[in-house]
C-alpha cells in the first residue's frame, strides 16, 4: 500500500491554522490514486505522529485507533488495514459500523453486496477477537454517523474507506473540496466541525479499474 500525505497540514484546530504544502503535490496524490498497481491511503495527519510513514511503525505507546466502516470495498479494505494497525499492541483499535435506518439508503447496497459486507466484519472480528472492539451505531444517515463518531474526540486516528459509490448517501458538505478523500473523508477532515482526529482515507485497488469503488 502507498500512503500519501494530504497537500494540507493541520497545525491547530481552527480552519486558519491550515496550511497548504502545494497544489502541485494535489495533482501528484490524485494521479497516484488513478495509476497506483496497489490500493493507496490519503492520509490527513492532525499530529498522530511524525509523518504518514509512522501510520505503519510499531510503537511502545498506545495508539486509539478507530475503523469507521459503512460497507463496500474501500470500506472491506479499510478494514484488512485496520487489523494490521491491531497487530502490534499496544494499539487500541475499535471497529465502528454504522447502520443506517433511511431504507433509501439501505435499498442503493446489492444482496452480494451486504454478503461480502457480513463475511468481511465478521472475519475481522474472528480474527482479531481479544486485539479489537467493536461497537455497532444505528443512524439516520451515514453523514450524521461520521461526524458523531468523529465529534467524540475518543480517537486519535480514524481508518476509513473512499467511499466513492456512497457519495449518494452523503450530503454535500464542503462542497465535497478534496476530491482525494471522498465525501466521508472530507466529512472527517473538516476544521468546522470540532474533529480532531487525523484520518487515513483508503482507496482498494483493483486490476480493472484503478479507480475503485466502496
Not at 479494505?77 to 491491531?86: H, Q, T, V
Request: hydrophobic fraction near 35%.
Amino acid at each position: 500500500m502507498i500512503i500519501l500525505p494530504l497537500h494540507k497540514q493541520w497545525t491547530g484546530d481552527e480552519e486558519e491554522a491550515v496550511e497548504t504544502i502545494g497544489d502541485a503535490w494535489r495533482d501528484v496524490n490524485q494521479m497516484v490514486l488513478r495509476c497506483a498497481p496497489c490500493s493507496v491511503a490519503v492520509f490527513v495527519d492532525r499530529g498522530f505522529g511524525s509523518g504518514s510513514e509512522e501510520v505503519l511503525e510499531p510503537t511502545t505507546t498506545q495508539k486509539r485507533i478507530g475503523v469507521l466502516f459503512t460497507g463496500g470495498a474501500n470500506d472491506r479494505e479499510a478494514l484488512a488495514f485496520g487489523g494490521r494497525m491491531a497487530e502490534p499492541q499496544p494499539n487500541r483499535v475499535t471497529l465502528v459500523r454504522l447502520l443506517v435506518r433511511d431504507e433509501n439508503e439501505i435499498g442503493t447496497v446489492g444482496r452480494q453486496e451486504q454478503d461480502q459486507n457480513e463475511a468481511a466484519v465478521s472475519q475481522f472480528r474472528q480474527r482479531w477477537d481479544g486485539n479489537i472492539q467493536y461497537e455497532e451505531k444505528v443512524v439516520s444517515n451515514v453523514e450524521e454517523g461520521v461526524l458523531a463518531v468523529g465529534q467524540t474526540q475518543e480517537y486519535e486516528l480514524l481508518v476509513v474507506g473512499n467511499g466513492m459509490s456512497r457519495s449518494t448517501m452523503v450530503a454535500e458538505h464542503n462542497h465535497n473540496k478534496h476530491a482525494e478523500l471522498g465525501p466521508i473523508g472530507n466529512i472527517l477532515a473538516s476544521s468546522d466541525d470540532g474533529i480532531t482526529a487525523s484520518v487515513l482515507v483508503i482507496q482498494q485497488y483493483t486490476a480493472n479499474d484503478n479507480e475503485a469503488t466502496g
